[in-house]
């Protein structure tokens, strides 16, 4: 949907009316245009393709989908009210408001007692139709978004007003070219400022030493063609999320699907086998997402870009994460103490790691020094000769495999859509995609060194994607640990300026934990880039609040304020909704992972 602003109390905006005589109608045309199911094995020769013709595939296919959705369901601009009706406001409930409306008016005309009892029993019958197809709504919304808590969240935002807590707009005087602008100057001052950064003399932090490296012992040379069937699932189990620059939504593609399989296939494993990604997978439309609700909107410093991708290029990167991921976990390549992106491993397993060695050292009387490095754009900087160097020599990638990221990674483009306004496209030369599958798991190659670096310097290290904790345990008196701390951090700096990754001295934190008598002997004041870091007494650790004792008192004060703000609003809506569609909601945003939650649910239903 496309909207422009109007004037007074009015709005226009583009949509189509995607009938069920227009799907049929596209359901009938498209099989004409494109071809259906495969019915071949998805050989190797089949698909050995040039790069033009992975293109012309990849093209052609979207041309005919776009036309052909344009010609049964073209877009129209409508104008409407700025005020409109709930979305459960259908035509049933339209009809029984027009009857309600006349008997109402018979009752005025001639005030006869009967027409006012038919008045009165018309109007219950729509109060009750209104009140089942509001609380159908509800429970149809919720159901379809039970493991989406964000979307949850900002539904009851939106139904209770709380404006505090709703995604704020891009003001108006912000447009693309000025997100584009900004995003670009910032990635080339972070690598022009990390450049500046390189040591000049001495050994590069990244040249390992024996053993240092799990070297590949088996090559990846190439992808695999996957069947239709591995196609159609992984397709049905995506989010129908859809892009600007898709030829059709997410939701009708997934439905033709077995009407247009053998173009998919074709695109998929024709881009797999030929080790090319088509051009038009290469473009993404960025979003700009603020990156806290609390930073000011008016401020570009404050957004993150976000890259929208073509659907199909999702599923076909979603094959190449899964047959990655296989080979390095089949060659134990992954960094072992990196939860980011990696099954049976998130934000908890990091925590529990690191707390669990807190708590054990101070049970043994020791003092331990957390420090939270902080990254400037990091998944923006990331170079991609560098990467390519070490998929190569470090993971193992070869052949047409190695050939497929070179292509992923070259020649890209991107442009902000803002106001419904797209901006001028820009070439993206660095970095990896923030909002792509694929681009996190490169992300965390290309990291890959660094815990082999600080675990020389006898430090313990976590990471989860770019956020890195490095910490370790003393006696007070063992001074020296500090001063070879000094060093292992110069050695970091030194390592991630070499790779154009620049460390953020102003949010990196450091914190003391341990028994209060042993930390007050601890002189932990530490310099990172000139500058004094002392201890806080409380961080922000991966969504969670540390304090010096462990003891969690602020991040448990801080999840009740929340809970109960968010039951609070619960309750306001609690007329809308069915128990069981209540019992969700307590649920999905405020006990996430529970399987059941009635006995939680009977203690806080006086509060709903």
């Not at 979207?62 to 369901?73: F, K, N, P, Q």
């Not at 890259?307 to 296989?326: D, G, M």
């Not at 060093?487 to 990754?501: A, E, G, P, V």
């Amino acid at each position: 949907m496309i909207k422009d602003s109007s004037m007074l109390r009015t709005k226009s905006y583009y949509s189509r009316c995607l009938s069920d005589n227009a799907v049929a109608k596209f359901k009938e045309v498209i099989p004409v245009l494109i071809p259906g199911p495969p019915c071949v094995s998805p050989g190797i020769s089949h698909y050995n393709l040039s790069p033009a013709e992975v293109d012309s595939i990849a093209e052609g296919a979207a041309t005919s989908l776009r036309i052909t959705l344009d010609s049964v369901a073209p877009l129209k601009k409508k104008i409407v009210n700025q005020r409109r009706c709930g979305p459960w406001y259908n035509s049933h409930i339209r009809t029984l408001k027009q009857k309600v409306r006349r008997r109402e008016r018979k009752w005025h005309s001639c005030k006869i007692d009967s027409y006012h009892v038919a008045w009165k029993d018309c109007l219950l019958g729509y109060k009750k139709a209104l009140r089942k197809a509001r609380t159908a709504y509800f429970t149809s919304l919720i159901e379809e978004n039970k493991n989406n808590p964000r979307f949850l969240f900002s539904t009851v935002a939106k139904l209770t007003k709380s404006h505090s807590v709703l995604d704020p707009r891009i003001p108006s005087f912000l447009s693309g070219e000025d997100f584009m602008s900004f995003f670009t100057d910032k990635v080339l001052a972070i690598r022009e400022k990390a450049n500046q950064a390189i040591p000049t003399t001495g050994p590069s932090p990244d040249v390992p030493t024996v053993g240092t490296y799990r070297v590949s012992n088996e090559p990846l040379s190439s992808f695999s063609p996957i069947y239709f069937s591995e196609a159609s699932s992984l397709i049905q189990k995506s989010q129908s999320t859809t892009c600007l620059l898709d030829p059709i939504p997410t939701h009708l593609l997934k439905d033709v699907l077995p009407l247009i399989g053998s173009s998919i296939l074709d695109q998929i494993n024709g881009s797999l086998v030929s080790g090319y990604g088509p051009r038009s997978y290469k473009v993404a439309v960025i979003k700009p997402l603020l990156k806290k609700p609390s930073l000011d909107p008016d401020v570009l410093a404050n957004y993150r870009p976000i890259s929208n991708l073509p659907f199909i290029s999702k599923v076909l990167e979603k094959v190449v994460v899964t047959q990655l991921l296989e080979h390095l976990q089949r060659n134990s390549l992954f960094e072992m103490f990196q939860s980011g992106f990696r099954a049976h491993h998130s934000t908890e397993t990091a925590l529990l790691k690191v707390t669990n060695d807190l708590l054990i050292a101070s049970d043994h009387g020791l003092v331990s020094m957390l420090v939270l490095l902080d990254l400037s754009a990091a998944f923006d900087t990331v170079d991609h000769s560098i990467l390519l160097q070490r998929l190569e020599h470090v993971i193992g990638i070869k052949g047409t495999a190695l050939d497929w990221f070179r292509s992923y990674l070259s020649d890209r483009y991107q442009f902000a859509h803002v106001h419904g306004v797209p901006s001028s496209y820009s070439r993206v030369s660095h970095g990896v995609p923030q909002g792509s599958g694929l681009g996190p798991i490169l992300f965390t190659l290309y990291m890959l060194p660094l815990g082999n670096i600080i675990r020389q310097h006898g430090k313990n290290v976590h990471c989860y994607a770019d956020d890195t904790q490095l910490y370790l345990s003393m006696k007070p008196e063992e001074t020296e640990k500090l001063v070879k701390l000094q060093t292992c951090l110069k050695d970091i700096k030194s390592w991630m300026s070499s790779n154009f990754l620049l460390l953020n001295p102003g949010k990196t934190e450091v914190m003391v934990f341990g028994p209060e008598p042993l930390r007050d002997r601890l002189d932990h004041m530490i310099t990172l880039d000139g500058i004094s870091l002392t201890s806080s007494l409380s961080v922000r650790n991966l969504g969670v609040t540390f304090d010096q004792n462990l003891s969690f008192n602020s991040h448990i004060k801080l999840v009740s304020r929340s809970a109960f703000f968010h039951l609070r609003n619960i309750s306001k809506i609690r007329k809308l909704l069915t128990r069981h569609d209540g019992e969700k909601l307590v649920q999905h945003l405020l006990l996430p992972g529970w399987t059941t939650v009635t006995p939680y649910y009977q203690g806080v239903q006086t509060t709903l």
